[in-house]
Structure formats: structure tokens, C-alpha cells
């Protein structure tokens, strides 16, 4: 069941105030129309064809639009109304292609596309438009390249109406990005190892995961909550994967942050992505067990000085934190060669 979202209603507003009654009206009719046929006919049975995967259902297209309103907040009224319109149904469409399976799902979306419109050609110049733009969320182009947004037409129309094209396509672009948590897994079938074991890491990650979009203090906040259990002081294989994976994404997420704001002055606000990762064990704080905090923030070259890598950053950070001490300081502190004589 939909529950209409806040950004749905300012959609509506925007359009009607930019359109007229009628016109604008229409436009609302006909987003409505692919979000209930999506809703009733393909989120919900993306789990079906790719069950290992992260949720891709109506949950994931609300948290999206979520991301979207937190991320552009008071620069949504520099939207046109066609132009929310063109982006709120770009996040419809972005992940539809997961239907027909996972590889290269950001170019499957034409016949998924042509279905809910019933391929009325009305909507052919909608569709152009639109798919060219929900590709871009990921992969490659045709050379190679993982530049996808610079694929994107700068500008376009609809119906006559401008559209920012390219900058939509990057809002969609860091808003889904930024679409990670517990809302994504299901603890239950991570308890139960009812995941694959190739997919079972993506799930672990996502529910250790937070997101904060706090755009007044110009930063992303990524925090991840880590409960270290007794399994893990025997074998810290699966630890290590986890810790590996969250490093990794880090340096995904902030790399996107970047690439986003290049082609979108929206997200200009967004200087830094702050991070923190807090363990506990066995839902137990310790003062012995350290977070680590650290701070990724926008660097530009500065003549005479060293170019900063991001990546290098991260993978310092990696190296000098030890899981070796931390599983040894939580043997200390808790007795656990103690408790295991017992």
C-alpha cells in the first residue's frame, strides 16, 4: 500500500501553479499512473528474479524520494514543475530493469517503461527523456566509461517545458547512493542464512548502516553501528569482510558526493561526509572499544602542494585501525578466556 509522499504533494502544487489546472493536473494523473502500475506489477516482484539482492520494492522508491527532498530542501521551488515531474518519475523508473535481472538493469528500462504507458506514443519524447536520464544512476557507456552523467543531454523539453536534465540525473544519482540502511535488509534471513553467501555482505552492510542528509551543515553523515558477538572472537573472517566492505563504500559514497556536485549546482552545499564507526559487544558499550571518526572534505589542488587522494585516505585510515587489538581488547575487558572455562 502507498502512502503518498510529502514531495508527491509539492509535485502536484508545483505543476498546477506552473501549468494551469488542467495541464498541471494531467501531468500528476500521469505520474500517478506509473507509480500505482509499478507498485502493483514489478517492485514488488523484483525480490521474485533476484532474490539475493537488497530491497528494490516500493520502500526503496520512497526512500529515494526521501533523499531528494532532504538533499535539494530549500532549493526545490528552483525546480520547475515539469522538471520535478521529469525527476520523480526518473526515481519510478531507475530501478525497473532489475526485473529481467541485475546486469545491466539501468538499461533495461524501455520495456518496463512502454508496459506502464501502454505505448501510447504521447509519451515517446516522456520516455526518451526519461530513460536516458535513469541510466545514468550507474554502470558504464558505451566506451567504457563510468562517467555515465556526461552521457546525459545538458537540457531538453518536455512538451515545451525546459527541462535540467543533466542535473536531474545527478540528484537521482547521489539520492540513491545515499538509499542505504536497515530498511534494505532483513535481519531475520541474515539470522537464519537465508541469503547467498556471494550477496550475504551487501545485506550485513546495510543493516549496520545510517545515512544522514543534513544539508544546513553542508555534510552527508555516514554511521555505522557495529555489535561484535562471540562467534567473531573466534574466527574475525566475517568481520574483516565487513569492515573491508564498509571502507570500500565509504570511499563510494564520498567519490559519488563529488562526481554528483560536478554536474549539478544543487548539491554544491554538500562540502564533507563525516563518518563514524561504533562497536559494542554483544549489545554491550565498552569504553576500552574506540570509534573511529574521521572527515572526507572537498580538496582541490593547490599549487605546490600534494594532491589529495580520497582513496589513499581511506585505505590509511584501514591499515592503522587494528582488529587484532580491538578483538583483544574485547577479551580483556569481558573475560572471555574466563568465561570460556567456565
Known amino acids: 500500500m502507498w502512502e503518498q509522499h510529502k514531495l508527491e504533494c509539492s509535485l502536484k502544487d508545483s505543476l498546477i501553479i506552473d501549468l494551469g489546472d488542467s495541464k498541471g493536473n494531467q501531468f500528476y494523473n500521469n505520474y500517478c499512473t506509473a507509480r500505482d502500475y509499478l507498485v502493483d506489477n514489478i517492485y514488488g516482484q523484483i525480490q521474485g528474479v533476484e532474490k539475493d539482492l537488497t530491497d528494490h520494492s516500493e520502500k526503496h522508491i520512497y526512500n529515494v ?27 519510478l523508473f531507475h530501478d525497473v530493469g532489475n526485473i529481467s535481472g541485475r546486469d545491466e538493469h539501468n538499461k533495461n528500462i524501455h520495456a518496463v517503461y512502454n508496459h506502464a504507458r501502454k505505448k501510447d506514443v504521447k509519451f515517446n519524447q516522456e520516455r526518451r527523456i526519461i530513460t536516458s536520464a535513469a541510466k545514468a544512476h550507474c554502470g558504464k557507456t558505451a566506451s567504457g566509461s563510468r562517467d555515465t552523467l556526461k552521457e546525459v543531454a545538458l537540457s531538453e523539453n518536455l512538451e515545451g517545458h ?21 530498511q534494505r535488509t532483513s535481519t531475520y534471513m541474515i539470522d537464519k542464512s537465508k541469503i547467498s553467501e556471494g550477496s550475504k555482505i551487501f545485506h550485513k552492510y546495510a543493516s549496520v548502516t ?11 553523515v555516514l554511521s555505522y553501528d557495529i555489535d561484535i558477538c562471540e562467534n567473531d572472537l573466534v574466527n574475525s573472517a566475517e568481520l574483516k569482510e565487513l569492515l573491508d566492505m564498509i571502507f570500500h563504500r565509504i570511499h563510494k559514497l564520498d567519490e559519488e558526493r563529488r562526481y554528483c556536485k560536478h554536474y549539478s549546482h544543487f548539491l554544491n552545499d554538500f562540502k564533507h561526509t563525516e563518518v563514524s564507526l561504533n562497536f559494542t559487544y554483544e549489545g554491550e558499550e565498552s569504553e576500552n572499544i574506540e570509534a573511529i571518526k574521521f572527515t572526507l572534505p572537498d580538496k582541490f589542488p593547490i599549487p605546490g602542494e600534494a594532491d589529495f587522494e580520497m582513496s589513499s585516505f581511506v585505505d590509511k585510515t584501514l591499515k592503522e585501525f587494528c582488529l587484532e587489538n580491538l578483538i583483544e581488547g574485547i577479551k580483556r575487558e569481558f573475560k572471555y578466556e574466563d568465561c570460556k572455562s567456565i
Open 210 to 220: 545510517t545515512v544522514f542528509i543534513d544539508k544546513g551543515n553542508s555534510r552527508i
Open 162 to 182: 525546459k527541462v535540467r536534465l543533466q542535473e536531474l540525473a545527478a540528484i537521482l544519482r547521489l539520492a540513491d547512493e545515499l538509499a542505504e540502511g536497515l
Open 65 to 91: 524520494l526521501s533523499n531528494v527532498e532532504k538533499l535539494m530542501e530549500s532549493s526545490l521551488d528552483n525546480l520547475a514543475g515539469v522538471e520535478l515531474y521529469c525527476l520523480m518519475v526518473m526515481i
